[in-house]
């Protein structure tokens, strides 16, 4: 480990660090230090501007005319390709539309399709939550299915695949911890055993490098609204692999999917390309203020990203540890950078109340069941300077006792 | 019928018109008629105001802790009570999330899983397409499911329904015609057969009174776009009577389903309540445009609203056989303004052309294929002048032959 550097040190850190101007295309509230953009992404200029040309001038003015003239209707294809370069996927596999909980549920059927004779669905007990109520909702509907879970059936996820899977369902980047998968190593492991991998890449979209297409992944999902910035609850993603597009199917087969949505045909023919994972018609607002995060993020390196990323959580890991050591800190996220994230997770006995005296003060992470405190560090707008200012207040309420403050022991029903 | 009315009547009806003071709550923008609301709303100051703060204060400013304090969480519920009061149900029934197809999936599933031993489902061939091909999808997931379509297997699709159908999924409106069904019969006669009814209310919710609760509906499915003027793709909404909630499962299980969604449980429970029909995080933008676009609905009597739109849509019809019966026009919507919609339809052989003529001179109404030119009367922003301008308009064309310029001939993907 590194000499624990003094805040001259930090400021060094800031002044040579390339993705700084990046700040300045967000908005950065006076006063907070924003560790949950892994929650919810910053807003920007950008997204503003984007939001309010489709509001007054093409709703307001142009209407119904706008579906053609502002390319309404390609919008979910276009950003979709956008999204595909940050996730290594070449162009006409990925789209924007729904959620990630409907598109997992496509992709776990469609990959079931594909894999006639198997009914098991392996998916990890850790996962976040949706995950594994979309699987069960799956399996609902398809009599033969089987649910297997990793820390539940085998503590590792590997043991679970075997001949009898159809399709694995698995975190990128756990929600919690924020330990990063070997994408192509597993993918590669289930593939062996003629199993399908979805991949939930909600907390790895806009956080680090992914290479879908080199791991010959075969679907995705993800969320726009947490490290791409594309505003709360902004629609998500889907990617299905150019050699499973022909073949694979999902019931959620509104008229966005089908081939010719405007012959207005009485029976379903699903498009041949990526169009066929739409159904409905999708929230043009929230796409075009997604359109104006991925404005931003077309300028962005994802290498920079990450070594920044890395960087700025080794950083918080370190001061944590030197300053607030003593306080029933444990560090629940890997210590080798190259398997997390760009999170930080610890547990405490208090959390909830220590992340409550946090937020009063202005550093914002969240909480997380039953112990853990979750900082989130998104390399476009978090400097390391917030990374210190972050551990200096967390040092002093930790050795204060600030957050015994009853105030702080009524649980609020959304954190 | 009444004698041909002057252009001097028709001003006094706009006088008279209590409602025309709305007209100044809505964006109209200059030199157009609209005559599409009921294919993309018009736009709100109202709307914009809400938009403008839950994207620079709420989301820029106060970032994750919106979700609390600006109610961001509780607005699908809170919305869909006051879309309730529009189509009368009852709180506690309606929630604002996802897009009509995705209800209908989950409507239909609900409504399958409560009549175990029925396999059918009947539909109308006539019907909005989206609903036919959710149909199938559903179909899909339940091998032993039989599509039965009026206008396919029987004329009327009261002759469809027997003890082997589980549920029916009717449009309350036409999209195409206009025809408007009798919701207390049909379900009525449903029910007698032990059936479930879903209604898609897609052209009826802020066209015309509706009440579902009163009619003892069981199911109904709806968009915001279109009559309630929530913006581009706002989210739709789904009804699910109190006497199905308790045993009413649909497959799409996300997290905002659960009934207790922050405490990260590893298995799904349902919510008690509407909820359940919930899934995934909701756009939070479009869903506050459309917040905006309700908070004028609050003001409205639906009463108010449907005499308006019969005395439109009379007007409209009336005019157009006077001024343009000798052109090839036939009226493809029901005469008697108690059996129709809040639109008006027209066949012509050169629908699609004269259409894009109109556009051109500033009418907007839409084409359906093959051959109908639908207009859509929304009595919140449209008056009796607009309607005999569009006429006098729609006249020149057909007298002209305008629109049999070379223009007009090529047809663009989407109108």
Not at 49 to 62: K, N
Not at 86 to 112: E, F, R, W
Not at 259 to 264: E, H, L, S
Not at 325 to 332: F, I
């Amino acid at each position: 480990m590194n000499a624990l550097p003094d805040l001259a040190a930090i400021e060094a850190m800031d002044e040579a660090d390339r993705l700084r101007p990046m700040r300045d295309r967000f908005v950065v509230p006076e006063g907070l230090i924003y560790l949950d953009g892994n929650s919810l992404g910053a807003a920007s200029p950008a997204a503003f501007a984007e939001l309010q040309r489709a509001a007054a001038q093409e709703w307001g003015q142009d209407l119904i005319r706008s579906w053609n003239k502002a390319g309404w209707f390609d919008m979910p294809i276009q950003l979709g390709d956008r999204i595909g370069r940050l996730i290594g996927a070449a162009p006409g596999q990925t789209v924007v539309c729904d959620t990630t909980s409907i598109n997992i549920y496509k992709a776990l059927h469609a990959a079931m399709g594909l894999r006639p004779g198997r009914s098991v669905i392996v998916a990890e007990a850790s996962s976040f939550p949706t995950d594994l109520y979309v699987a069960e909702g799956v399996a609902s509907t398809r009599p033969d299915a089987v649910l297997r879970l990793e820390g539940v059936d085998a503590p590792d996820i590997e043991e679970l695949i075997d001949e009898t899977v159809a399709v694995v369902l698995v975190n990128h980047v756990n929600y919690k911890s924020g330990a990063l998968r070997d994408m192509a190593a597993l993918t590669n492991k289930a593939q062996d055993a003629g199993a399908l991998v979805v991949w939930d890449l909600c907390h790895t979209a806009g956080a680090l490098p992914v290479d879908l297409d080199g791991a010959k992944a075969d679907f995705a999902v993800g969320c726009t609204y947490k490290y791409l910035n594309g505003g709360p609850g902004s629609p998500a993603f889907i990617y299905v692999a150019t050699r499973h597009l022909g073949e694979a199917r999902q019931p959620l087969s509104g008229w966005w999917g089908h081939a010719r949505p405007f012959a207005f045909e009485q029976r379903y023919a699903a498009d041949a390309g990526i169009r066929r994972f739409q159904c409905g018609t999708q929230p043009v607002l929230s796409l075009r203020a997604l359109k104006g995060a991925l404005d931003i993020w077309d300028e962005v390196d994802m290498a920079a990203v990450r070594a920044k990323s890395m960087a700025l959580t080794d950083l918080f890991i370190q001061l944590v540890e030197a300053k607030c050591g003593s306080h029933g800190l444990r560090l629940e996220s890997p210590r080798d950078g190259t398997r997390r994230g760009s999170q930080v997770s610890f547990e405490h006995p208090h959390a909830y109340e220590v992340m409550q005296a946090l937020i009063e003060r202005g550093v914002i992470g969240d909480f997380r069941a039953p112990s853990t405190m979750r900082f989130g560090f998104t390399p476009l707008y978090i400097g390391f300077k917030d990374v210190w200012r972050a551990v200096e207040i967390m040092e002093e309420i930790l050795r204060s006792g600030a957050w015994k403050d009853e105030r702080f022991a009524v649980r609020a029903a959304v954190t």
